[in-house]
């Protein structure tokens, strides 16, 4: 047996065991990497598309409601918590020590964001009514009580 295969085997972490933390912690970086990634991409293109929507509408323009920001902020909540959750689960999984309970403090700590933009894009979905513009006044002659009929032709 060689030195290094004695001292990996003599301090209890065997090659086998190396070769999986190693694994482990480079799937955990990589998943990580992908949901900063996702979180950031998804925060960009609700924002540039808030920014798109701000435009005025134009006299003689429909509003039509575009339900594209409400969507991509609810998914941007939900990848906000899911992500780390998705992560500390796959790092109990693969057995890395202390790393679940980290990315469970990390989904509660985004929780608080998470709610903040899932609200905003509930509300984006559920837009308020537009108010009915009021009515035409009418040309018909209505006799008021109390007194005579003033219409004209009687």
């Known amino acids: ?29 990589g998943l990580t990497a992908l949901w900063i990634a996702g979180v950031v991409a998804l925060a960009l293109a609700a924002f540039f ?22 969507v991509l902020e609810l998914v941007l909540a939900a990848v906000l918590v899911g992500g780390p959750l998705l992560i500390a689960a796959l790092a109990r999984w693969w057995r890395a020590p202390g ?5 469970v403090v990390v989904a509660v700590v985004a929780a608080l964001p998470a709610l903040l933009v899932g609200v905003m894009g509930w509300r984006d979905l559920r837009p308020e009514p537009l108010e009915a513009p009021p009515p035409p006044p009418s040309s018909r002659c209505a006799e008021h009580s109390g007194g005579a009929n003033t219409c004209p032709g009687g």
């Not at 047996?1 to 970086?29: I, N």
């Not at 598309?49 to 920001?69: K, T």
């Not at 790393?99 to 990315?103: D, G, L, Q």
């Open 49 to 70: 598309r808030m920014l798109d929507s701000a435009d005025p509408v134009q006299p003689g323009e429909q509003a039509v409601h575009d339900p594209g920001p409400g």
């Open 99 to 103: 790393v679940p309970r980290a990315y």
């Open 1 to 29: 047996m060689s030195r290094a295969g004695r001292v990996a085997s003599v301090g209890g972490m065997g090659e086998l065991s190396l070769r999986r933390t190693v694994s482990s912690a480079l799937g955990v970086a």
